[in-house]
């Protein structure tokens, strides 16, 4: 059973407000994932880090931003969200990068 | 070439039936396949992994087959169930590849009960 915890679970949230998705891991995987997927759809790779203070845009452009001051913590911000960024939002993580391991998600609605 | 290429997007299977979910890819430098299963609500996760020094590997119901010289690869879902409703991805890494995994589109299995 991996450990990797995404909060919140659904999150209902106004234009313009700024958001914070946490995504937190306890295995002390040095690699951590942040995908886009509209429901039961393609996984779109947002943002990626191999380590602390590292960070990469993956290959879906996105205006979210991420960070990686903790090797269990990448929080993915929104600051100003719009309905477009209406979507789930999946964090996961990685030892040696072969298998990834998933948290649940996060179901965003931004109206 | 960094594309893998999942068919079909849809899956209608009686129960007891076989599932067959095809993939492609093109990146001669990919030397490992594994397959997620994603309940809805859930994350994706692991099913099952091929390295593409075999031809095929089977786990309970669930068997990769491996073509490297066609670069295709496949599941097989023997006595389908209505619990194995569910989307799944084909998916491809590298050690070359900067510990990015390559996701097919995703195939949804529906198992009729």
């Known amino acids: 059973e991996a450990d990797i915890y995404q909060t919140p679970r659904y999150l209902v949230i106004g234009t313009g407000k700024k958001i914070t998705l946490e995504c937190s891991q306890t295995?002390?995987?040095?690699?951590m994932y942040w995908y886009q997927q509209d429901p039961g759809m393609e996984l779109h790779l947002i943002h990626y880090s191999y380590g602390v203070n590292s960070t990469e845009k993956g290959d879906l452009s996105s205006e979210s931003t991420v960070s990686r001051i903790r090797t269990e913590h990448f929080p993915l911000t929104l600051e100003s969200a719009r309905p477009s960024h209406t979507s789930q939002y999946l964090c996961?993580?990685?030892?040696?990068?072969?298998?990834?391991?998933f948290g649940a998600g996060t179901r965003l609605s931004v109206l | 070439q960094q594309q893998v290429k999942q068919s079909p997007q849809s899956l209608i299977v009686q129960k007891g039936g076989i599932s067959i979910i095809n993939c492609a890819y093109e990146?001669?430098?990919?030397?490992?396949f594994p397959w997620y299963q994603q309940f809805p609500g859930k994350g994706p996760a692991l099913l099952i992994a091929?390295?593409?020094?075999?031809s095929e590997k089977k786990e309970g119901r669930f068997t990769i087959s491996f073509n490297k010289s066609a670069k295709q690869f496949s599941l097989h879902i023997m006595d389908s169930q209505p619990g194995d409703s569910a989307t799944y991805f084909c998916?491809?890494?590298?050690?070359?590849?900067?510990?990015?995994?390559?996701f097919g589109a995703g195939t949804r299995l529906f198992v009729k009960a």
């Open positions: 998916a491809a890494n590298s050690n070359t590849g900067g510990f990015k995994t390559i």
């Open positions: 295995m002390g995987h040095d690699k």
């Open positions: 091929i390295r593409p020094d075999v």
């Open positions: 990146n001669t430098a990919f030397d490992y």
């Open positions: 996961a993580s990685s030892d040696g990068g072969r298998i990834q391991y």
